[in-house]
């Protein structure tokens, strides 16, 4: 029986693995991010901006005299067969220089094809700023729909999405980095790789092709999904033996960060992989 409680209390910690700053397409700064989570109870935190170093260094982090962790994380743009998917990557510590390095050249990319996005819509909205250029921001088609708002052209950034930027308007041109290239650039440099919401069509046409160059899991644990659809990506994970991730791939708008949370429990099968400190988690969230 004490085994069993020490077990429960062990992985009791509360995670989410997949948020957005300012840095790329989300409303709060990284350090509004950081003191949400700590707000929410959140123990383990990741943000996982698009195609971009994360802000903080891995590690234990003080906010408002209480402690979380920061696991480094990035969300990788990629395609295959026409369809833009994304991959989560986390590390074991910081993310190594050279495929931080890399990530800022897919950022740079991202300005580049907002910049084509912007002439071929042919309306007079803001250009790309020097930190999209040099890699220190990732522009998103979100970023085009606020401009197109903030110029006048559409009275909401729905409506911006409905005129001129949904894929078959062929306005933003698609990513260019396969995306089984991604898994493997990653992989080369130790990352731990799962597929973001991804579509159970999509699934079924090419989980198996992912898992043969190296995926590691797929997010299978998000906000408003009934137990059923839960189970569904588990059974899965499980047929592909492979594992599950969660997150809230929270903006910053709508709920605030910790109405939704990863549990510990689902995350005690991988979490070695990317050097959670279990033990000390579970210690520090007993003390508050």
């Known amino acids: 029986m004490r085994h069993t409680l020490r077990q429960k209390y062990r992985y009791a910690f509360r995670s989410d693995l997949h948020t957005h700053t300012t840095f790329s397409d989300g409303r709060l700064s990284p350090h509004e991010m950081l003191q949400q989570a700590v707000k929410g109870g959140i123990d383990v935190l990741s943000i996982t901006d698009h195609d971009l170093p994360p802000p903080f260094i891995s590690g234990w982090h003080e906010v408002d005299d209480r402690s979380i962790y920061i696991i480094s994380g990035v969300e990788l743009s990629g395609v295959h067969q026409g369809v833009e998917l994304h991959l989560l990557v986390y590390f074991s510590g910081d993310m190594p220089s050279d495929f931080a390095d890399f990530c800022r050249e897919q950022a740079k990319?991202?300005?580049r094809r907002y910049e084509r996005a912007r002439?071929?819509?042919?309306?007079?909205?803001d250009s790309a700023d020097e930190d999209a250029h040099n890699g220190r921001r990732s522009l998103t088609r979100l970023h085009l729909a606020h401009a197109l708002k903030n110029a006048g052209y559409v009275p909401t950034v729905a409506d911006a999405f409905?005129?001129?930027l949904r894929p078959e308007h062929g306005q933003v041109v698609p990513v260019g980095l396969p995306?089984?290239?991604a898994i493997v650039r990653a992989k080369a440099a130790g990352g731990f790789c799962s597929w973001a919401h991804p579509m159970s069509t999509h699934l079924k046409d090419w989980l198996g092709e992912f898992v043969e160059v190296g995926l590691d899991a797929i997010e299978g644990i998000r906000p408003r999904q009934g137990k059923n659809v839960r189970q569904k990506y588990r059974n899965i994970a499980n047929r592909k033996h492979i594992y599950l991730t969660g997150g809230s791939d929270s903006h910053g708008y709508g709920d605030p960060l910790g109405t939704f949370a990863f549990p510990g429990?689902?995350?005690k099968y991988w979490a070695h992989r990317v050097g959670l400190p279990i033990d000390e988690i579970a210690m520090r969230r007993n003390m508050h």
């Open 109 to 111: 990319g991202r300005a």
């Open 162 to 164: 409905k005129c001129w």
């Open 179 to 181: 995306f089984t290239e």
């Open 119 to 125: 002439e071929s819509i042919g309306l007079d909205i």
């Open 265 to 267: 429990k689902e995350m």
